[in-house]
């Protein structure tokens, strides 16, 4: 059988940490009597911690010494890896442990492309660690996506050439990523959001083992 590289994003393609983000952003923003949504929270997917909290303050109309600016990000950190902390692999999107399992059995080597850099401590509380032959997270890069420096360090380490690469996304500038990349992007979520994703579903639900298998063989 063909072999391809099949390249995973972390938050909201493998668990979905968004809601720990959400609880932890609106705590800080509570802090500094400013009103955050689920909405702006929507604009922070994928965006780094810094951009986030500057984003919170603007939205607030508040100015803050960078003594402040530092100390709210270290503590809005500290909050997230404390829920982070109680995940386990029931925290897991569905149909996940199907495709890894899937892409297992058929030999493929599989990697992590996140951003985050907590990513090691989320694979190891959800019991998936082992799974993974490479894993590239926010320690290992400098350009944040949509550049796609994680998803070309990941096919190196895969010693995989981009074009077969496959990579599955939950936000626009992760898939923007995949495809600069010349890699085939997955988006998973909306097509509305993720139209410029090569492939769009839902879920891992609505990915079927024949889906795995064509793209192997392509």
């Known amino acids: ?13 493998i668990v979905d940490t968004a809601k720990y983000h959400f609880l932890a952003w609106q705590q800080l923003a509570k802090s ?5 949504t689920e909405e ?17 303050l603007a939205w607030g109309n508040k100015t803050i010494s960078q003594e402040l600016f530092d100390d709210l990000m270290a503590k809005k950190n500290e909050e ?3 829920y982070i902390a109680e995940m386990d692999d029931r925290e897991m999107l569905p149909d996940v442990p199907r495709v890894l399992n899937f892409l297992k059995a058929h030999k493929q080597p599989i990697s992590l492309g996140s951003a985050s850099k907590n990513a090691r401590t989320i694979l190891e509380r959800i019991n998936i660690m082992s799974d993974f032959d490479a894993i590239v997270d926010g320690n290992d890069v400098t350009k944040a996506k949509p550049d796609p420096e994680v998803f070309l ?3 190196k380490e895969l010693h995989m050439s981009p074009e ?3 990579v599955f996304e939950d936000s626009v500038a992760g898939v923007t990523a995949a495809n600069t990349a010349n890699m085939i992007s997955i988006g998973i979520g909306s097509k509305d959001v993720l ?3 090569h492939y769009v579903f839902n879920d891992f639900t609505e990915i079927s083992d024949d889906f795995i298998k064509s793209l192997i063989e392509k």
Do not use: P, T, W
């Open 32 to 36: 500094l009597d400013i009103e955050f």
């Open 195 to 197: 139209g410029h994703a």
């Open 80 to 82: 997230y890896l404390g």
């Open 153 to 155: 360090i990941a096919a």
């Open 1 to 13: 059988m063909n072999k391809k590289g099949f390249i995973f994003d972390l938050d909201g393609v």
């Open 164 to 166: 077969d690469c496959i």
């Open 40 to 56: 702006e929270n929507e604009q922070l997917k994928g965006v780094s911690r810094v951009r986030s909290l500057e984003k919170i």
